[in-house]
């Protein structure tokens, strides 16, 4: 008898015996059609020869086909296109692969097995450059901030770093971020170099783009041999960024008194002005109120500390350390003079008066050490004090932010946050940050004859 057709079922059988004869019958050979058309020839032969031996026993013939059913997703075939790419790669390298992909993005980028045989078939760069080349196209095509990481890669040849400046520079605000997060520490020696060969344009382009996170990390991220050979250079850094974000806040916050330490709360800055107006900076760094909004108060200096802050230069808690250790000198400067009317036997007005907690952040900020500005009715006052450089009027009664620069009458320009030259009149009068000049402030405060000093800042 011959075996290859299966033999007709008897009669009588049932339609579960007869669908069973018609797949395998005892002693035949399986049908030219098997359930599942694998790819892999080795795979076929294999489960051929299984299936025959299995052909007497049609309960376990079944349960290898389910088996084989359910693993069919696994079993994809490659298209056509992705054959093709492969020999390419294989014959001309990924160059070749690339070119093909820009001249049929559309077509290649709807494949997945095109995007498989990158990930598959390349490594490091070269993946990375597929994956670019299949999402973008051709280079003309790929956004900045992927230029700028092809940049840091230094593929094909060493970073260009006058590249990375001008592709910085004409960023957007989200392709900044993105380039900036790309900066690892093995990228601030050469990026200081970049920044120390841009023209002043450039630079403070690249600075006013930075925020007080990027700032904050990329000065941390400099070695000690960085700051030691880009000293000079990471002052122009910190004082660049706080004049660019003093600029930014024109207009903003509010002075509505001065400040200082409560006296019945343990020396602790007083959580109200002298205008008795609450004082936002305070409740920030006392009793983690908010961050002071665009309409927060505070006065003079804690103005410029919140530029230094909002700038990167110093952290939240460097300012809470400031002002506990000016609270703790407070108090050691009371107990002092307790202790004087204590001996002596006298009034306490006959005691000279101490402020510790205002001497120990004038010490601070650089009072006492700070140089003379001659100030001179007819401009220029001398000498022209440098940019970032804190200007005192008689000490901590008035503290601004040098400019570093005149304008056109000759006069010193400063950031002040004060109620002079402007301020708002009537029942609330305010002030609030202002771009104006040493000059203005002291005329229209009838402070001409105040001592005004400068130095740099302690950050």
């Not at 403070?204 to 250079?233: C, I, P, W």
């Not at 040098?402 to 400063?414: A, F, H, M, T």
């Not at 009068?429 to 004859?449: I, P």
Request: hydrophobic residues 40%; proline residues 5%; aromatic residues 6%.
């Amino acid at each position: 008898m011959s075996t290859s057709a299966a033999p007709k079922p008897a009669r009588g059988a049932s339609p579960h015996e007869q669908r069973h004869s018609d797949q395998v019958a005892p002693g035949s050979s399986l049908p030219l059609q098997l359930p599942l058309q694998l790819q892999d020839q080795r795979a076929a032969s294999a489960a051929l020869g299984r299936w025959q031996a299995l052909a007497d026993n049609s309960p376990q013939v079944r349960k290898l086909q389910a088996q084989a059913i359910q693993r069919q997703p696994a079993l994809v075939q490659r298209s056509v296109l992705s054959d093709q790419l492969t020999k390419q790669l294989d014959q001309h390298g990924a160059a070749s692969l690339f070119a093909s992909i820009d001249a049929n993005l559309v077509e290649y980028a709807a494949d997945p097995d095109v995007a498989n045989l990158i990930n598959q078939r390349l490594t490091g760069n070269e993946r990375w450059l597929g994956q670019q080349h299949l999402e973008y196209g051709g280079e003309n095509n790929w956004p900045r901030h992927v230029q700028i990481d092809k940049q840091l890669r230094a593929i094909g040849a060493a970073t260009s770093w006058p590249n990375v400046m001008a592709l910085m520079v004409a960023a957007t605000a989200a392709e900044f971020e993105h380039g900036m997060a790309l900066l690892t520490p093995a990228h601030i020696s050469n990026t200081l170099t970049m920044l120390s060969a841009a023209s002043d344009p450039a630079f403070e382009t690249y600075m006013g783009k930075m925020n007080r996170e990027q700032t904050a990390a990329f000065l941390a991220a400099a070695v000690a041999a960085d700051q030691a050979t880009h000293s000079g250079l990471i002052a122009r850094i910190k004082t660049s960024r706080i004049l660019s974000v003093s600029n930014a806040w024109l207009a903003d916050l509010r002075w509505r008194g001065g400040s200082g330490a409560d006296t019945s709360d343990g020396y602790q800055i007083s959580l109200t002005t002298s205008d008795h107006k609450r004082n936002d900076f305070a409740h920030w760094l006392r009793n983690g109120g908010a961050e002071p909004a665009r309409d927060g108060t505070m006065n003079c200096w804690e103005a410029v500390m919140f530029m230094a802050y909002q700038s990167g230069l110093v952290s939240k808690q460097w300012l809470q350390d400031l002002h506990t250790a000016a609270a703790a000198a407070g108090r050691a400067v009371a107990d002092e003079v307790d202790d004087e009317v204590d001996d002596e036997e006298e009034e306490e007005e006959d005691v000279e008066l101490r402020d510790g907690y205002a001497e120990l952040l004038a010490q601070r900020l650089g009072v006492n050490a700070a140089a003379r500005w001659t100030y001179n009715p007819v401009p220029p006052g001398t000498p022209t004090i440098p940019a970032g450089n804190l200007i005192f009027m008689d000490g901590l009664d008035h503290v601004m932010l040098s400019k570093g620069s005149l304008d056109g009458n000759g006069r010193q320009r400063v950031y002040s946050m004060w109620v002079f030259p402007m301020s708002s009149g009537g029942e609330d009068d305010h002030g609030w940050m202002q771009d104006t000049t040493l000059e203005q402030v002291m005329q229209t405060s009838e402070e001409t004859g105040a001592r005004i000093t400068y130095h740099p800042p302690p950050w």
